[in-house]
């Protein structure tokens, strides 16, 4: 029972990470031109990376 709780908890935090992610992105993007949203959703994915340890 220990375990399902955990694995639970985890996929909880991952789908309200991934929610945050979602919400942070539609608010940066909603009042940008489209030369600067390349950068936004660059940025947005060297943090992804960053978080995730791959950089």
């Known amino acids: ?3 399902d709780i955990w694995a639970l908890v985890a996929v ?7 929610g945050a992610a979602v919400l942070i ?3 940066a993007l909603k009042g940008t031109g489209t030369r600067d949203r390349a950068g936004i959703l ?3 994915a060297d943090l992804v990376r ?3 340890g791959r950089k």
Do not use: L, T
């Open 12 to 18: 909880a935090v991952a789908g309200i990470v991934a």
């Open 42 to 44: 660059h940025a947005a």
């Open 50 to 52: 960053a978080i995730r």
């Open 25 to 27: 992105a539609a608010i």
């Open 1 to 3: 029972m220990n375990v």
